[in-house]
């Protein structure tokens, strides 16, 4: 399982010209879900996600986490994230976990989120989506 975070001032998601999420201040996050991931795995990586201190304290420490700023997060599942380009010029996907599994677990995420952040919206598993963000930073970080 991998999570982009990006800490945004903004972000939104459109799935066939109307807007499906948006936040504020907080974290997109793009979601990739790997063969033979779990609910433990998904348990681990949103547990450390939440408790990053990246946001600025009064002092421009980076020493804030997301619920001390009260941010908001925008989940966006994105099966890419498991592109194999080691083999030609065409990404190869088999890395990727099943449809089935890969969408569940991103549910499974989502519900574990909501009572976590002050906010939480997502895209549309499978959906051609458009993402818009201000990248904060930027400050982007990668947890596998």
Known sequence: ???????VSHASVTVDGTVIGNIGKGYLVLIGVGQGDTRA???????????????PDEN???N???RDVEGELLLVSQFTLYADCSHGNRP???????????EELYEYIIESCKDRAS???????????KVELLNDGPFTIILE
């Open 1 to 7: 399982m991998k999570f982009v975070i990006q800490r």
């Open 41 to 55: 795995e998904a348990d681990r990586l949103v547990k450390k996600m939440l408790g990053l201190r990246i946001f």
């Open 60 to 62: 421009g420490k980076i």
């Open 64 to 66: 804030l986490s997301l």
């Open 92 to 102: 190869g996907f088999t890395n990727a976990g099943d449809p089935k599994l890969a």
């Open 119 to 129: 906010k939480v919206q997502h895209g549309s598993f499978g959906a051609d989506m």
